[in-house]
């Protein structure tokens, strides 16, 4: 029978595994399933004494039970019971039931279940969590990471879409792909079926956004236990837990949430560079009225640049991902926060997009409460300096999404637009730069033209529709993020990002979440009597510009190793000359906007590619499964 590990300690990373359906084949294509050196195999059986989950997992991360029809999986983070859900297994007679079991629990979890046969498998409608799936040796097998599908049906990156990884920023749906030639991905909110026979995959949605309609004092309560009931799923263990307390208003909500659980709790500050950065100062007025945390403030000037690091980068993404950028930073303090007992890290990653909310709501309510709407516009123009008539032009666009998505092809070089462009309309346009060649550019095109004619919005409103889509390009950053810190040693969790918290703040009015008069009045109503009021006070947010300008000029000589040997170059997508120009001149206009970060990301996904194949090979599950 195969054992139990810790994949914190072993450096696995975060739980890998794929799913496979009750037929004959399944054995032959868990087979072509590439191992993590190291790693001991774990397989769960269907009902039916098939492998049904393989991978790897460490027994805190799966909840399984198994009765005579059916079996249930609950991996990742959720506080469910085995007989709890034992129950749940024996009620189930049709696999679309699981819908109610889903949006109950607390956490951020794959639901697998097989039913007389059927498999069906979900990811979080955050995206957190994702599902591809692909045909290995005949056989349709999904699994949590597109990567290891790829290696065991032997196929590469797809240069179409690593091209469209190259646009600055990538639209919906288009970043919801898989990089990997005959891989498909599941749209989060999505429902992955496979059936019996082995050969036949398809979806179906169990999840939508609620309707923002409810009142900031009845919304307010439930984000607040939302969010404690997310913080407790990950410190109703005890231990010892650390929380990033950069003197924000997300981050120090958690770790006064932390605070009040059974765990102990160690209080992490990164001061900024800049002498404006008043970060510092907030986080010691949070640490004072938490007299048994201890806090613990880094060297600034110890702390990593964005840029670091970028030629050594070797973690198994399965996808590029801008968190390259700041992959050092993100990890640098952890094996501190080990050596001082933590066994998971808490961010506030994820209050931004929730705690706050896009302004393009005011489009729809220009249009349906005027008088209010235009009083809340005169404020963002005066807080956030925008241009009048770039406001006046986005309020008057009232294109649907897919004749939106049509302009695009058109408009891959021209400038960058205004900022209010993006914040008031569907998306900021997306744009392909200099550098990048035609033939990329012409694929690029295709894939535009393509998914515009069929495109819908993630909602009609195009502010619900935002946030979501910045939900989502978030989330894809942070699951590479949590992968990275398990396999460095300490795995990180982000409160915000679980669904359920996500629902309850999606579903409180816009006007009462985004208003030029208050900073995060949904938090803030939400922590208070939680977190002290001197802390929910704060209206300003570090930047970390100086970080970003000063790790560009200090690390350009890596950049010019990436562009000398770049192996986006070699795939004919873009000139490795200009590039190469362009890290001369880290000062040139522009760098400042982050317009080589999708570039870097895919140069570095490439690289990272090449030495990961190196690290896994195929293996034979074990010939005893767990038992569930």
């Known amino acids: 029978m195969a054992t139990s590990h810790d994949h914190a300690a072993a450096g696995c990373g975060s739980a890998y595994f794929a799913v496979l359906p009750d037929c004959e084949g399944a054995l032959a294509a868990a087979r072509r399933l590439p191992r993590l050196p190291g790693a001991q195999t774990r397989t769960l059986p269907h009902p039916s004494g098939r492998p049904w989950i393989t991978g790897h997992w460490a027994d805190r991360e799966c909840v399984a039970v198994a009765t005579r029809r059916a079996a249930l999986a609950v991996i990742g983070c ?13 009620r189930l007679t049709d696999l679309s039931r699981l819908t109610d079991l889903a949006r ?23 995206g957190l969590r994702l599902v591809f799936h692909a045909d290995v040796t005949g056989v349709q097998v999904a699994a949590c ?22 646009l600055w920023p990538v639209p919906h749906p288009l970043y919801e792909s898989s990089v990997w030639q005959g891989v498909s991905a599941v749209a989060p909110g999505e429902a992955l079926h496979l059936l019996a026979d082995g050969r036949t995959a398809r979806t179906s949605r169990w999840w939508s956004p609620p309707e923002p309609v409810r009142p900031l004092a009845q919304g307010a309560p439930l984000v607040r236990q939302a969010l404690s009931d997310a913080v407790d799923a990950r410190t109703r263990q005890g231990g010892v837990v650390s929380c990033d307390l950069s003197g924000g208003l997300d981050s120090t909500s958690v770790c006064f949430l932390a605070d009040r659980s059974p765990a102990r709790v160690v209080a992490s500050t990164w001061p900024g560079r800049d002498p404006a950065d008043d970060d510092l100062e907030w986080a010691k007025r949070a640490a004072g009225h938490l007299p048994e945390v201890e806090h613990v403030v880094w060297d600034a000037h110890a702390s990593p640049l964005v840029y670091t690091d970028l030629l050594d980068i070797d973690d198994p993404m399965d996808e590029p991902t801008i968190g390259v950028m700041d992959r050092a930073r993100v990890l640098h303090h952890l094996p501190g926060l080990r050596e001082r007992g933590s066994r998971l890290h808490l961010t506030g990653i994820g209050g931004d997009h929730l705690a706050w909310c896009s302004e393009a709501y005011y489009h729809r309510l220009l249009r349906r409460r ?15 300096d925008w241009p009048l008539p770039g406001m006046a032009r986005a309020l008057a666009d009232s294109r649907s999404y897919a004749r939106w998505l049509a302009t695009t092809p058109a408009r891959l070089r021209e400038p960058l637009p205004a900022t209010v462009t993006g914040t008031l309309g569907w998306s900021a346009p997306p744009r392909l730069f200099d550098w990048v060649t035609e033939d990329a550019a012409a694929l690029v095109r295709d894939a535009l033209t393509e998914a515009a004619a069929g495109a819908r919005p993630l909602h009609p409103d195009r502010g619900l529709h935002t946030d979501l ?14 992968a990275m810190a398990a396999r460095a040693g300490l795995p990180m969790a982000s409160p915000f990002f679980d669904d359920r918290v996500i629902e309850a703040s999606l579903a409180v009015r816009p006007a009462d979440r985004v208003t030029p008069w208050a900073y995060k009045p949904l938090l803030t109503a939400a922590m208070r009597g939680i977190v002290p009021d001197e802390c929910l006070s704060r209206t300003s947010k570090a930047q970390a510009s100086m970080d970003a300008a000063d790790g560009l000029r200090r690390h350009r000589g890596d950049l010019l190793a990436l562009w000398e040997d770049s192996h986006l170059a070699r795939m004919g997508l873009v000139d490795a000359h200009a590039l190469c120009d362009l890290a001369r001149r880290p000062n040139s206009p522009g760098l ?6 999708s570039t870097i990301a895919c140069e570095v996904w490439l690289r990272s590619q090449a030495r990961s194949r190196t690290r896994t090979t195929p293996h034979t599950p074990a010939p005893e499964a767990d038992a569930p």
């Not at 005027?370 to 956030?384: E, H, N, Q």
């Open 78 to 90: 959720c506080p469910v019971r085995a007989d709890d859900l034992r129950r749940h297994a024996d």
């Open 145 to 166: 990471d597109a990567a290891l599908l790829a290696h065991a049906a032997g196929t590469g990156p797809d240069p179409r879409e690593v091209a469209v990884r190259l």
């Open 370 to 384: 005027p008088l209010f709407a235009l009083g809340r516009l005169r404020g963002f123009k005066a807080l956030f």
């Open 592 to 597: 400042k906007d982050a317009i080589l970060y």
């Open 104 to 126: 109950s629990l607390p956490g951020s979890f794959h639901l697998v279940a097989s039913l007389d046969g059927d498999v069906q498998i979900r990811g979080t409608a955050s």
């Open 469 to 482: 889509q910045a939900i989502r390009t978030c989330t894809r950053i942070v699951r590479q993020w949590d």
